[in-house]
């Protein structure tokens, strides 16, 4: 026999809506195209089927079989994603925060320092040169070369500690 949503629900002695949630969270009740208006059609048999082995699994404690898969699933998809990252840092293509900000930090301090002392550096020099372009040269290598110390960008200098170490004392916290 074969019932719409409302009629299934009213047979069940549930909501529309309890319906739709079980549908969703737990994958119950196939339906497929039928009828003239493109409704949903359930099988009723099948459904009540699946409703009284959901409820049994529910009433023991064990969960839908469909839930567990799904959740393994996720568990499973969760390991994977965590393995390409950590294969990212050990290939020093991905760091961890802290390391990256602490290497930013450090490099605009000595950005910084290099900068307030051009005009120590640069101002004896200019106050005897009298050629402007010569003064303008001056200052502009000077410049550049404050400005090289932004792209010392080195991976091995990010990480503090050796990534594999870090990686597998991670592993062996998660086995205790």
């Not at 529309?16 to 196939?30: A, C, E, N, P, V």
């Not at 393994?72 to 290939?91: T, V």
């Amino acid at each position: 026999m074969e019932v719409n949503q409302k009629e299934l629900a009213a047979i069940l002695g549930l909501s529309d809506r309890r319906i739709r949630q079980l549908i969703k969270d737990y994958g119950l009740f196939s339906a497929f195209e039928g009828g003239g208006k493109r409704q949903k059609r359930y099988l009723l048999e099948k459904c009540i089927q699946e409703y009284i082995e959901y409820k049994i699994s529910e009433e023991t404690g064990r969960g839908t079989s469909k839930n567990k898969e799904e959740v393994q699933a996720q568990h499973e998809e969760i390991k994977k994603n965590i393995s390409i990252l950590k294969l990212r840092r050990l290939k020093r293509e991905l760091h961890a925060a802290a390391d990256v900000e602490e290497f930013l930090t450090e490099m605009l301090v000595r950005f910084r320092a290099r900068l307030m002392v051009i005009p120590q550096k640069v101002g004896p020099l200019a106050a005897i040169e009298e050629d402007e372009a010569r003064i303008i040269a001056l200052l502009e290598r000077e410049v550049f070369e404050t400005l090289e110390t932004l792209s010392e960008y080195d991976p091995m200098k990010i990480e503090k500690e050796n990534p594999i170490l870090y990686l597998d004392d991670e592993d062996e916290e998660g086995d205790e």
